[in-house]
């Protein structure tokens, strides 16, 4: 049986990267870039003021105390002006007047003189002025020519805030991967609005696909609920691949028993099958396997199999398509000792948490057999282990949903 290490690899060296598209900067939240943002300008794109206040020519420094002729003021959105060698009233942001290079906040000077209408025009300094000081400088956060944000970065609200602060207009985005979902078994009641039927149960792998691939920016394309027959599931493939599904993720009758038709069916519509069963729990039975260019996963049915192939094994092929590169995993401190399977890499819910000592600890769930969903919903991590550990051991923990590099807390206290 293949390891996780090695079904990975088997999947990412069949990872196509996805085309780039251009995009509005507001609408690209979530989206990953495709290209590196060259900054078309300089940020701050000229010199100003940081304070409220006098600017004035430096030089080497001014003394505290000496007097200065105010020649006249400049706020924020005034274009550029020559300062005539005379200090001038600035305002925050405005744009420093030719021939000054440093500002004094104006609590830090005294008033000697107004003009007629009442803007000054004569101060001291009550402290010593150095050159620079108070100024922001054209280019200081971002330099013009420079990478502003990489190619890679999966866009945010503080990306949003710098691309618009360039005038950056269109950014250059992955497509978002089409995905289609096949869930399989009779058993399924997929309309959570009608009542369950003798020997029904509601389906609830769909539901969970459907909205983790929309939190990864992907385009669920096909959303389907089959019965167990292979013919029934092979229509469904055809139409995901009409539809030109990058990815089709099938759950269900993918093990041992009579109505797990998953792996024959692919093999008749010709797939090429890269592994079937991992040395992993939950979702040991899983295959994956190539169709064409579509990438096909076939996780098992129980939902905790579902989870695990969605954050190890689909997860990781989605940020390849992207051109993002491998996300880290972090250590954890186990509050407590474990036994896991040997052979097997277990993939456990815990609640992962800063301690006083400044390290992450964390605490596995009780009671989790792959089928139940309790814990996942308690749950802001996995843990990752391959063998008994005690109490105190470090472990690899990763965030409970793709793309999370911290540990949210959208569980209550009372969940340990
Ligand atoms: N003789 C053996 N039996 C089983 C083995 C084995 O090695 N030998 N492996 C077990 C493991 S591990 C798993 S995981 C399951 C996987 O089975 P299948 O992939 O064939 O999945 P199903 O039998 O169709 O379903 C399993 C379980 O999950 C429920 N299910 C299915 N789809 C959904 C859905 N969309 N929403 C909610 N729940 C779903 C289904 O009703 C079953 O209870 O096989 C073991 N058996
Ligand atoms: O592979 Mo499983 O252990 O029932 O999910």
């Not at 009550?126 to 054209?138: G, Q």
């Not at 099958?273 to 098992?300: S, T, Y």
Request: glycine content about 8%; charged content about 15%; proline content about 6%.
């Amino acid at each position: 049986m293949i390891g996780y290490d090695d079904a990975l690899f088997a999947l990412l060296q069949q990872a196509r990267r996805l085309d780039a598209v251009s995009c509005a900067t507001a609408d690209a939240l979530g989206k990953v870039l495709a290209a590196d943002v060259v900054s078309p300008m300089d940020l701050p794109s000229f010199d100003h003021s940081a304070m409220d206040g006098y600017a004035l020519h430096a030089g080497q420094t001014l003394a505290e105390g000496t007097e200065h002729a105010v020649h006249g003021s400049q706020a924020a959105g005034d274009a550029s002006c020559n300062s005539q060698g005379m200090a001038w009233e600035i305002m925050t942001g405005a744009r420093l007047p030719e021939g000054l290079d440093s500002v004094v906040p104006v609590e830090r000077t005294e008033l000697l003189a107004r003009q007629d209408d009442g803007s000054p025009a004569r101060i001291r300094l009550l402290d010593t002025l150095n050159p620079k000081a108070n100024v922001r400088y054209a280019g200081s956060d971002v330099a013009k020519a420079a990478v502003a944000i990489q190619a890679g970065t999966s866009v945010e609200a503080n990306h949003v805030m710098l691309l618009a602060a360039l005038g950056v207009a269109q950014v250059q985005v992955v497509r978002p991967p089409r995905v289609a979902v096949i869930c399989t078994g009779k058993e399924l009641q997929a309309d959570l609005a009608q009542p369950l039927a003798d020997g029904q149960i509601y389906g609830s792998n769909g539901p969970y696909l459907a909205a983790a691939f929309a939190a990864m920016g992907a385009q669920v394309c096909c959303c389907e609920t089959v019965d167990d027959t292979s013919a029934t599931f092979v229509a469904a493939v055809q139409r995901a691949r009409e539809a030109a599904a990058d990815l089709i993720v099938s759950t269900g009758a993918v093990s041992m028993g009579r109505y797990d038709f998953v792996p024959d069916a692919l093999l008749e519509l010709g797939a090429q099958v890269l592994f079937h069963k991992v040395a992993i729990r939950p979702g040991k039975p899983q295959l994956a396997a190539m169709l064409g260019d579509a990438m096909v996963f076939a996780l098992p049915g129980t939902p905790m199999a579902v989870a695990v192939g969605l954050r190890f094994f689909v997860a990781p092929v989605l940020r390849a398509m992207r051109g993002q590169v491998p996300e880290r995993t972090w250590q954890a401190v186990l509050d407590a000792p474990q036994q896991a399977k040997g052979g097997l890499l277990h993939f456990l819910c815990a609640t992962v948490m800063p301690g006083s000592d400044g390290r992450l600890h964390a605490h596995v769930l009780a009671q989790q057999q792959p089928f139940r969903i309790q814990p996942f919903a308690q749950a802001n991590a996995w843990v990752l282990l391959s063998g008994d550990v005690p109490g105190d051991a470090r472990v690899e923990v990763v965030g409970l949903q793709p793309e999370t590099l911290v540990f949210g807390q959208n569980h209550p206290a009372g969940a340990r």
